[in-house]
């Protein structure tokens, strides 16, 4: 059984900055791809950012490249969404997610079988 758990969502005006947290425990291997998504309520899911583990290769989505940095802390089991220069547009649940990983990162939903509770982040 595999788990995540998401913190660091809150509220901030635009131009700010949050770190979202995703920690990872179970049964996983030492090479997944983690990803990070986002939904508003009637808009479909998107992915923001992406990371191998196994070698820490990342991908982007355009919208976010330049203000958004995924990391990971491989000792801890934690993947991290920086978000600076943040817009009213960034507002939606954030999700991680995470799969076994043949290819590299990836940002399509439906290849990631393991998802957290998601944490809410509000740009105004």
């Known amino acids: 059984e595999v788990q995540l758990v998401e913190s660091g969502g809150g509220s901030v005006q635009a131009g700010g900055s949050l770190r979202l947290s995703c920690v990872i425990s179970?049964?996983?291997?030492?090479?997944?791809?983690v990803g990070w998504f986002r939904q508003t309520p009637g808009k479909e899911r998107e992915g923001v950012a992406s990371?191998?583990?196994?070698?820490?290769?990342?991908a982007y989505a355009d919208s976010v490249k330049g203000r958004f940095t995924i990391s990971q802390d491989y000792a801890k089991n934690t993947v991290y969404l920086q978000m600076n220069s943040l817009k009213p547009e960034d507002t939606a649940m954030y999700y991680c997610a995470v799969s076994l990983c043949w290819f590299g990162p990836k940002l399509v939903d439906l290849e990631y079988p393991y998802w957290g509770q998601g944490t809410q982040v509000t740009v105004s």
């Open positions: 179970g049964d996983t291997s030492k090479d997944n791809c």
């Open positions: 990371i191998r583990t196994g070698g820490g290769t990342t």
